[in-house]
Protein backbone atom coordinates (compact mmCIF):
# COMPACT_ATOMS: atom_id res chain seq x y z
CA UNK A 1 0.00 0.00 0.00
CA UNK A 2 0.88 3.70 -0.21
CA UNK A 3 1.01 5.15 3.23
CA UNK A 4 1.41 8.22 4.20
CA UNK A 5 2.94 9.75 7.77
CA UNK A 6 2.42 13.06 9.32
CA UNK A 7 4.73 13.47 12.06
CA UNK A 8 7.20 10.44 10.29
CA UNK A 9 10.44 11.59 12.28
CA UNK A 10 9.32 11.56 15.40
CA UNK A 11 9.82 8.75 18.39
CA UNK A 12 7.27 7.28 16.85
CA UNK A 13 6.62 8.53 13.90
CA UNK A 14 10.72 6.84 12.75
CA UNK A 15 9.85 3.34 14.18
CA UNK A 16 6.54 3.05 12.49
CA UNK A 17 8.27 4.25 8.91
CA UNK A 18 10.97 1.84 9.46
CA UNK A 19 8.60 -1.17 10.15
CA UNK A 20 6.01 0.04 7.39
CA UNK A 21 8.62 -0.47 5.11
CA UNK A 22 10.16 -3.10 5.76
CA UNK A 23 6.88 -4.87 5.16
CA UNK A 24 7.12 -3.38 1.54
CA UNK A 25 4.88 -0.24 1.85
CA UNK A 26 5.40 2.42 -0.79
CA UNK A 27 6.10 5.35 2.30
CA UNK A 28 6.04 9.01 2.51
CA UNK A 29 6.57 10.88 5.03
CA UNK A 30 5.61 14.47 5.67
CA UNK A 31 7.87 16.61 7.49
CA UNK A 32 9.09 19.88 8.31
CA UNK A 33 12.57 18.16 8.51
CA UNK A 34 14.67 16.99 5.96
CA UNK A 35 15.91 13.52 6.17
CA UNK A 36 17.51 10.46 4.35
CA UNK A 37 15.24 7.34 3.88
CA UNK A 38 17.17 4.19 5.11
CA UNK A 39 14.83 2.19 2.66
CA UNK A 40 14.21 3.19 -0.99
CA UNK A 41 10.70 2.57 0.09
CA UNK A 42 10.81 5.68 1.90
CA UNK A 43 9.97 9.51 0.10
CA UNK A 44 10.50 12.19 1.86
CA UNK A 45 8.13 15.42 1.35
CA UNK A 46 8.32 18.74 3.00
CA UNK A 47 5.01 20.35 4.18
CA UNK A 48 3.50 22.90 6.34
CA UNK A 49 0.46 21.90 8.90
CA UNK A 50 -0.77 25.14 8.38
CA UNK A 51 -1.39 25.66 4.74
CA UNK A 52 -1.65 23.86 1.53
CA UNK A 53 1.12 22.72 -0.87
CA UNK A 54 2.66 19.95 -3.35
CA UNK A 55 2.05 17.62 -0.58
CA UNK A 56 -1.52 17.82 -2.06
CA UNK A 57 -1.33 15.50 -4.54
CA UNK A 58 0.16 12.55 -2.58
CA UNK A 59 -3.19 12.12 -0.43
CA UNK A 60 -4.88 11.94 -4.12
CA UNK A 61 -3.19 8.45 -4.10
CA UNK A 62 -3.11 7.18 -0.53
CA UNK A 63 -4.35 4.08 0.69
CA UNK A 64 -3.51 4.61 3.87
CA UNK A 65 -2.72 8.66 5.61
CA UNK A 66 -1.39 8.07 9.48
CA UNK A 67 -1.07 11.58 11.25
CA UNK A 68 0.97 11.96 14.52
CA UNK A 69 1.63 15.62 13.89
CA UNK A 70 1.72 17.75 16.83
CA UNK A 71 4.39 19.35 19.27
CA UNK A 72 5.34 17.43 22.44
CA UNK A 73 3.02 17.85 25.13
CA UNK A 74 5.22 17.81 28.38
CA UNK A 75 8.27 19.96 26.72
CA UNK A 76 7.69 23.32 28.91
CA UNK A 77 5.18 24.97 30.71
CA UNK A 78 1.39 25.39 29.57
CA UNK A 79 1.51 29.23 29.05
CA UNK A 80 -0.98 30.42 26.53
CA UNK A 81 1.61 30.51 23.70
CA UNK A 82 2.40 27.14 24.49
CA UNK A 83 -1.49 25.77 24.80
CA UNK A 84 -1.89 27.41 21.52
CA UNK A 85 1.07 25.61 19.98
CA UNK A 86 0.11 22.44 21.27
CA UNK A 87 -3.72 23.00 20.10
CA UNK A 88 -2.78 24.28 16.49
CA UNK A 89 -0.57 21.89 15.82
CA UNK A 90 -2.60 18.78 15.78
CA UNK A 91 -5.86 20.61 14.93
CA UNK A 92 -4.74 22.62 12.18
CA UNK A 93 -2.52 19.72 11.21
CA UNK A 94 -5.46 17.35 11.02
CA UNK A 95 -7.76 19.54 9.03
CA UNK A 96 -5.04 20.10 6.49
CA UNK A 97 -4.56 16.07 5.88
CA UNK A 98 -8.45 16.07 5.86
CA UNK A 99 -8.78 19.22 2.91
CA UNK A 100 -6.37 16.85 0.89
CA UNK A 101 -8.12 13.91 0.93
CA UNK A 102 -11.56 15.71 0.47
CA UNK A 103 -11.05 16.37 -3.26
CA UNK A 104 -10.83 12.53 -3.95
CA UNK A 105 -12.54 11.09 -6.94
CA UNK A 106 -12.83 7.98 -4.31
CA UNK A 107 -12.88 8.30 -0.46
CA UNK A 108 -9.49 7.96 1.34
CA UNK A 109 -9.65 4.36 2.86
CA UNK A 110 -8.37 4.84 6.03
CA UNK A 111 -7.17 7.48 8.04
CA UNK A 112 -5.58 6.72 11.24
CA UNK A 113 -5.63 9.49 13.82
CA UNK A 114 -3.31 10.65 17.20
CA UNK A 115 -5.03 10.81 20.21
CA UNK A 116 -4.67 10.63 23.94
CA UNK A 117 -5.95 8.61 27.17
CA UNK A 118 -5.79 12.38 28.22
CA UNK A 119 -9.30 12.66 26.87
CA UNK A 120 -10.57 10.76 29.60
CA UNK A 121 -9.48 13.72 31.86
CA UNK A 122 -7.91 13.01 35.29
CA UNK A 123 -9.84 10.42 36.93
CA UNK A 124 -10.04 8.22 39.87
CA UNK A 125 -10.20 4.24 40.21
CA UNK A 126 -12.66 3.76 37.67
CA UNK A 127 -11.64 1.43 34.74
CA UNK A 128 -12.05 3.70 31.61
CA UNK A 129 -12.87 1.91 27.71
CA UNK A 130 -13.56 3.71 24.39
CA UNK A 131 -17.39 4.11 25.65
CA UNK A 132 -16.15 6.39 28.68
CA UNK A 133 -17.48 10.04 28.48
CA UNK A 134 -14.81 12.68 27.86
CA UNK A 135 -13.27 14.37 31.12
CA UNK A 136 -12.45 17.76 32.19
CA UNK A 137 -9.38 19.64 31.71
CA UNK A 138 -7.19 21.24 29.06
CA UNK A 139 -5.79 17.52 27.67
CA UNK A 140 -9.47 16.63 27.30
CA UNK A 141 -10.25 19.93 25.29
CA UNK A 142 -7.22 19.03 23.34
CA UNK A 143 -8.46 15.54 22.49
CA UNK A 144 -11.72 16.65 21.66
CA UNK A 145 -10.75 18.97 19.24
CA UNK A 146 -8.08 16.86 17.47
CA UNK A 147 -10.53 13.94 17.26
CA UNK A 148 -13.51 16.12 16.02
CA UNK A 149 -11.45 17.26 12.89
CA UNK A 150 -10.60 13.69 12.08
CA UNK A 151 -14.09 12.41 12.30
CA UNK A 152 -14.54 15.06 9.53
CA UNK A 153 -13.26 12.26 6.90
CA UNK A 154 -15.79 9.95 8.48
CA UNK A 155 -18.29 11.89 7.12
CA UNK A 156 -16.44 11.76 3.19
CA UNK A 157 -16.81 7.51 3.72
CA UNK A 158 -13.30 7.18 5.58
CA UNK A 159 -12.59 4.80 8.07
CA UNK A 160 -11.26 6.77 10.53
CA UNK A 161 -9.46 5.38 13.45
CA UNK A 162 -8.44 7.72 16.81
CA UNK A 163 -5.18 5.92 18.25
CA UNK A 164 -6.04 7.42 22.47
CA UNK A 165 -2.28 6.54 23.85
CA UNK A 166 -0.88 6.18 26.93
CA UNK A 167 2.83 6.70 28.10
CA UNK A 168 4.37 4.97 25.69
CA UNK A 169 7.66 3.07 26.65
CA UNK A 170 10.94 2.43 24.76
CA UNK A 171 14.50 4.45 24.44
CA UNK A 172 14.84 6.92 22.86
CA UNK A 173 12.50 8.98 24.11
CA UNK A 174 8.84 9.60 25.41
CA UNK A 175 8.67 9.95 29.45
CA UNK A 176 11.08 6.92 30.39
CA UNK A 177 14.35 8.07 29.91
CA UNK A 178 13.31 11.11 32.40
CA UNK A 179 11.77 8.03 34.76
CA UNK A 180 14.77 6.14 34.87
CA UNK A 181 17.51 8.41 35.37
CA UNK A 182 16.75 9.41 38.66
CA UNK A 183 16.79 5.16 39.42
CA UNK A 184 20.25 5.36 37.70
CA UNK A 185 21.47 7.78 40.26
CA UNK A 186 20.19 6.11 43.48
CA UNK A 187 17.33 8.47 43.76
CA UNK A 188 14.25 7.25 42.28
CA UNK A 189 10.86 7.13 44.14
CA UNK A 190 6.84 7.56 42.72
CA UNK A 191 5.45 10.74 42.25
CA UNK A 192 2.62 11.53 45.34
CA UNK A 193 0.47 10.20 45.67
CA UNK A 194 1.47 7.03 44.24
CA UNK A 195 -1.85 5.75 44.01
CA UNK A 196 -2.67 7.83 40.57
CA UNK A 197 -3.09 5.28 38.11
CA UNK A 198 -0.58 5.26 34.88
CA UNK A 199 -1.66 3.67 31.49
CA UNK A 200 1.26 2.43 29.52
CA UNK A 201 1.87 0.57 25.90
CA UNK A 202 5.68 -0.93 24.29
CA UNK A 203 6.36 1.62 21.55
CA UNK A 204 6.69 -2.36 19.60
CA UNK A 205 2.77 -2.94 20.78
CA UNK A 206 1.92 0.39 19.62
CA UNK A 207 3.26 -0.15 15.82
CA UNK A 208 1.96 -3.63 15.79
CA UNK A 209 -1.48 -1.96 16.90
CA UNK A 210 -1.42 0.52 13.94
CA UNK A 211 -1.02 -2.17 11.87
CA UNK A 212 -3.91 -4.38 13.36
CA UNK A 213 -6.04 -1.50 12.43
CA UNK A 214 -5.11 -1.42 8.89
CA UNK A 215 -5.41 -5.00 8.47
CA UNK A 216 -8.73 -5.04 10.46
CA UNK A 217 -11.01 -3.28 8.46
CA UNK A 218 -14.12 -3.63 11.01
CA UNK A 219 -12.08 -1.66 13.59
CA UNK A 220 -13.29 2.28 13.28
CA UNK A 221 -13.63 5.05 16.23
CA UNK A 222 -11.70 5.51 19.14
CA UNK A 223 -8.80 2.77 19.72
CA UNK A 224 -7.55 3.03 23.32
CA UNK A 225 -3.76 2.04 22.33
CA UNK A 226 -2.61 0.99 25.96
CA UNK A 227 -1.43 -2.18 27.54
CA UNK A 228 -4.22 -4.46 29.55
CA UNK A 229 -2.37 -3.73 32.72
CA UNK A 230 -2.20 -0.04 34.43
CA UNK A 231 -0.23 0.18 37.20
CA UNK A 232 -0.32 3.20 40.04
CA UNK A 233 2.24 5.67 39.91
CA UNK A 234 3.75 3.53 42.91
CA UNK A 235 3.87 0.07 41.55
CA UNK A 236 5.15 1.68 38.16
CA UNK A 237 8.23 3.41 40.05
CA UNK A 238 8.30 0.14 42.59
CA UNK A 239 8.97 -1.69 39.01
CA UNK A 240 11.54 0.56 37.39
CA UNK A 241 13.58 -0.19 40.76
CA UNK A 242 13.40 -3.92 40.71
CA UNK A 243 13.97 -4.40 36.89
CA UNK A 244 17.16 -1.65 37.54
CA UNK A 245 18.01 -3.34 40.51
CA UNK A 246 17.51 0.27 42.16
CA UNK A 247 15.33 1.21 45.27
CA UNK A 248 12.52 3.54 44.99
CA UNK A 249 12.72 5.05 47.88
CA UNK A 250 12.50 9.54 47.32
CA UNK A 251 9.12 10.09 46.51
CA UNK A 252 8.70 13.10 44.87
CA UNK A 253 6.31 15.72 45.95
CA UNK A 254 3.30 16.50 43.76
CA UNK A 255 3.73 20.36 44.84
CA UNK A 256 7.27 20.19 44.06
CA UNK A 257 6.53 19.34 40.08
CA UNK A 258 3.25 22.03 40.19
CA UNK A 259 6.32 24.50 41.12
CA UNK A 260 8.98 23.92 38.53
CA UNK A 261 6.41 22.55 35.96
CA UNK A 262 3.52 24.61 36.27
CA UNK A 263 0.12 23.14 34.78
CA UNK A 264 1.97 20.53 33.20
CA UNK A 265 2.60 18.82 36.26
CA UNK A 266 -0.94 17.50 36.41
CA UNK A 267 0.60 14.92 33.98
CA UNK A 268 2.31 13.27 36.33
CA UNK A 269 0.22 13.80 39.72
CA UNK A 270 -2.89 12.55 38.14
CA UNK A 271 -3.93 9.84 36.04
CA UNK A 272 -6.32 7.62 34.35
CA UNK A 273 -6.82 3.62 34.05
CA UNK A 274 -7.84 2.74 31.03
CA UNK A 275 -8.64 -0.45 29.08
CA UNK A 276 -7.91 -1.64 25.22
CA UNK A 277 -11.21 -3.02 25.23
CA UNK A 278 -11.79 -2.33 21.39
CA UNK A 279 -8.39 -3.96 21.03
CA UNK A 280 -9.32 -6.83 23.17
CA UNK A 281 -12.62 -7.52 21.54
CA UNK A 282 -11.18 -7.64 18.23
CA UNK A 283 -8.83 -10.16 19.02
CA UNK A 284 -5.11 -8.22 18.76
CA UNK A 285 -2.36 -9.99 20.99
CA UNK A 286 -0.61 -7.71 22.86
CA UNK A 287 3.30 -8.45 22.80
CA UNK A 288 3.88 -6.65 26.36
CA UNK A 289 0.69 -6.87 28.11
CA UNK A 290 2.29 -6.62 31.59
CA UNK A 291 4.67 -3.83 32.53
CA UNK A 292 7.49 -5.54 34.42
CA UNK A 293 8.72 -7.83 31.47
CA UNK A 294 8.21 -4.58 28.45
CA UNK A 295 10.96 -2.59 31.27
CA UNK A 296 12.93 -5.86 30.84
CA UNK A 297 13.00 -5.93 27.66
CA UNK A 298 13.86 -2.25 27.26
CA UNK A 299 16.80 -1.94 29.69
CA UNK A 300 18.29 -5.42 28.86
CA UNK A 301 18.45 -3.70 24.90
CA UNK A 302 20.01 -0.97 26.41
CA UNK A 303 22.40 -3.15 28.35
CA UNK A 304 23.14 -4.82 24.94
CA UNK A 305 23.92 -2.05 23.40
CA UNK A 306 26.69 -0.85 25.98
CA UNK A 307 28.42 -4.08 25.29
CA UNK A 308 31.41 -3.99 22.61
CA UNK A 309 29.71 -6.34 20.14
CA UNK A 310 32.39 -9.27 20.21
CA UNK A 311 30.34 -9.78 23.63
CA UNK A 312 26.63 -9.75 22.47
Known amino acids: MKIIVAGGTGFIGHALV ?8 EVVVLSRRSGHASQSSVR ?4 DACSAGPWHSEAATADVVINLAGAPIADGRWTDARKRLLVESRVLSTRRLVDAVAGRSAPLPLLINASGIGYYGPSDDRLLDEASPIGHGFLAELSAAWEAEALRADRLGT ?24 F ?9 PGTQWVSWIHRADLLILIQWAIATPTVSGPVNAVAPEAVTMKTFCATVGKVL ?15 ALG ?19 GGYTFRYPTLEPALRAIVNKEDQACLPSSTR
Open 18 to 25: EELARQGH
Open 44 to 47: FVEW
Open 159 to 182: RVVLLRTGMVLEQGGGALPRILLP
Open 184 to 192: QLFAGGPVL
Open 245 to 259: HRPSWLPVPGFALHL
Open 263 to 281: EVGTLMTTGQRVDPAKARA
